[in-house]
């Protein structure tokens, strides 16, 4: 119960959180809408639930699709652009030589860098919640 209670709780912060920074960014909302239209979002994904979690990903994958596809060409356009050397991160070549350097120490830095990329959402929850 408690895992379903927390996965209610992130999915309320994360569109409460993408509200507040567009209501950071434009000044076209009061924060009663901000919090009125992440109610509405909410229940309107709970009550998309119902008819199983296939309809669901059937209407959002789209969208999660042609969201990622858009990221990714905004960045490649600006890595190609600005720093194409910035491709020379992608090379297996350079992560063996930092793991034959480094040995045990890198893992234990790579598992860091992990946690701390993933971690990072965490940071803005007092935002969101205050």
Do not use: D
Not at 21 to 42: K, T
């Amino acid at each position: 119960m408690l895992k379903i209670l927390q996965f209610l709780v992130l999915i309320a912060c994360a569109i409460l959180r993408a509200l507040i920074l567009y209501y950071q960014r434009s000044f076209m909302l009061f924060p009663g809408e901000v919090v009125l239209i992440a109610c509405v979002i909410l229940v309107g994904l709970f009550a998309l639930q119902r008819y199983g979690t296939h309809k669901v990903v059937f209407v959002f994958a789209p969208v999660v699709i042609i969201w990622l596809v858009s990221i990714f060409s905004i960045g490649l356009y600006n890595i190609i652009r600005w720093n194409p050397k910035k491709f020379c991160a992608i090379s297996p070549n350079y992560l063996i030589k930092f793991f034959i350097k480094t040995g045990k120490e890198g893992w234990i830095s790579l598992g860091g860098m992990l946690l701390c990329i993933t971690g990072k959402s965490a940071l803005h929850l007092p935002e969101v919640i205050l």
